[in-house]
């Protein structure tokens, strides 16, 4: 039986990658790609020496309380223009592991032992580790938009496909897929979870559900929409062979909760952790809310002219820039409602749902002062949003304007965050 289901992984695996298939998946990804690299990796340096951290300023002062030079800074500046803020969590924890800091255990394991176990391979060093960062978070998106390819071409043909990989590669929040954090290898294992369980290898779903769930807590809500996906299978002996591969999903953040409890004492740290990043459970949807008031309150801040913050701008910083930032992402739950209907309405229902379960977690934990903080990077990595937005765009004719709109919205999110300044 064991024989045979490690044969069935291992086809599965071949299957994914047939010769022609994958080189013509290739071919369609490497544009979007290496253009929407090439374009972040040239604003970030570019915003990092003209715009980067002035002495005595708030970019100087986020620098200062944040950044930890030894691992951003290990050859010079030339590798840290995207080495900011979470991702000097993700380079610690590579570096020395989860002691030194409870605030630590929010961030899950699987992106930063990889980065360890690959910059062991070119010595270990602060320097390797920074370079196997940023090729481990490319390598994933690059094969992200390979299988993303392949899943909507199966779903709604080569052109929508072509044109939902644009719109994911130059969405603002995609700065973070050629950053060291963990969005692209988030972004692989959910494609990769989707595409297996449509194609009926739930063997490999099961693995990527797992791979997801180490890199995120999210990850486990995947077993939602696939869970409709396995319901919607032919009726047949193997269908609880196929259910019991989706386990690996929980046993997967078991392994890191046995990991904190011998290790460190919480097995539940990574819950109880989330206080320090200012996260309160709100109720279903809270946040939503309280993001419409921040916004409100934002706007009201932006036209009065007046430095004096309002309410949920009173916080330590620039009332502008705060009150900025929240007209943006109230914007982002606007653009996240109407898409979460959209996909519901021109997707799979296992489509609907992931988008759904996602937007859930992060609507009912609200951060104060900026209670839909990160929300732009949350949607980043929900793909059937792309596939809605190639759908419209497709129909519409207006795929061009959403990709140049994007485009311009990607650069000003890479030049924020390259400057040290928060952007999502």
Sequence with gaps: ?????????LGGARALLRPARASEALRAAW??????????????????????????????????????PALTHPVGGALSPLARWD????????????????????FFPLYPLLVRAVGELGGGSPGARLVAAYAISLAAFLAALVLLWRLTSLELGRRVARSALLLLALFPAALYFGAPYSESLFLLASVGAFYAARTGRFALAGVAVAAAAATRSAGLLLLIPLALLWWQQPRGERRLAQAAWLGLGPFAVAAYAL???????????????????????????GGVWDGITAGVDGARQLLSGSREPVYFQAAAGDPFRIAAVNVMLLGSLAFSLVACVGVWRRLAPAY????????????????????????PRF???????FIWLAIVGEERRITEPMVAASALGLGLFSATFASWHWVA
């Design 87 to 106: 991702a000097v969590w993700y380079l610690r924890i590579a570096d020395s592991g989860y002691g030194g800091s409870h605030a630590r255990a929010a």
């Design 31 to 68: 544009t979007p790609f290496w253009l929407s690299r090439a374009a972040v990796a040239c604003v970030a340096v570019f915003a990092a020496i003209a715009m980067g951290p002035a002495q005595g300023g708030l970019a100087q002062r986020n620098a200062d309380r944040f950044d930890e």
């Design 259 to 285: 990991h904190l409890g011998l290790a460190h004492g919480d097995a539940l740290a990574f819950l109880d952790v989330q206080g320090a990043w200012y996260r309160e459970f709100a109720g279903p949807l």
């Design 352 to 375: 609907g749902a992931w988008v759904t379960s996602a937007l859930l977690l992060p609507l009912s934990f609200p951060v104060e002062p900026q209670p839909l903080m990160s929300l």
């Design 1 to 9: 039986m064991e024989q045979q289901a490690s044969q069935r992984v």
């Design 379 to 385: 949607l980043a990595v929900l793909f059937p949003v």
